[in-house]
């Protein structure tokens, strides 16, 4: 009866050092993406696991999708996980068959647990046709709510306070040696070309072009191809 007593306190304490150690993100914000309608719901990062809740909404007829199962998630210093399990879509070569164009199709893909805190993440998926990809995804909960709220202000014609903020995460993660895949410095330059700051948009542009973020040269290509560069 005491070992038994004893096993149940044990469990009951790893029990509540993984939830302490566990953790979501909602909506995790992204420097870019493959799918324009293939949407992360949120992650769940859990000793055990990590796991994406996802969606897709189809816009065409006879449209189809599947996952591939060399998909990954990359860490910043190129470490690589494989996709463990998928839920409520098929592994390729079997497809999911969207019956008409809106139709939405949720499911879950399962990774293993990340070794570290990295800040961000890459999904993608390594295959030759129709590939999907995520790169430069927040991982850091407290930071991803900093960059809704930057949007929301944004999004209410405060552009200039937006920029400030971004600005200001950003310099506070250079300061704490934390990467963010591009994704503050892709905002500080769209957002300064839309106030028509020239002057700031050229120092984060040259910023980004001697930095040494991973994707940089694809962000890069981004902003070019939207007229933007320096």
Known sequence: MKRKW????????????MASRAQTVYKPNYALKSHETLEINRIEITPLATTFFMSLENRIS???FCADINTFIVGPDGSRMKLVSSNGIPVCPDVYRFKLPGERLDFILTFP?????????DLIED??????????????PALNNAIEEAFALNGKGESSQALDSFIGMARAAEDGSRMTGGLLYLNIIKLAEQTGNKTLASEWYR???????PRREMILRHLNSQGIRY
Do not use: R
Request: proline residues 4%; hydrophobic residues 40%.
């Open 6 to 17: 004893i096993l149940l306190q044990l469990l009951l304490i790893l029990s509540l050092t």
């Open 62 to 64: 006879g449209g189809y």
């Open 113 to 121: 647990p990340l070794q570290s805190e990295p800040g961000w993440i």
């Open 207 to 213: 910023k980004l072009v001697f930095s040494g973020i």
């Open 127 to 140: 295959c030759t046709d129709n590939c999907f990809s995520f790169y430069g995804i927040t991982t850091d």
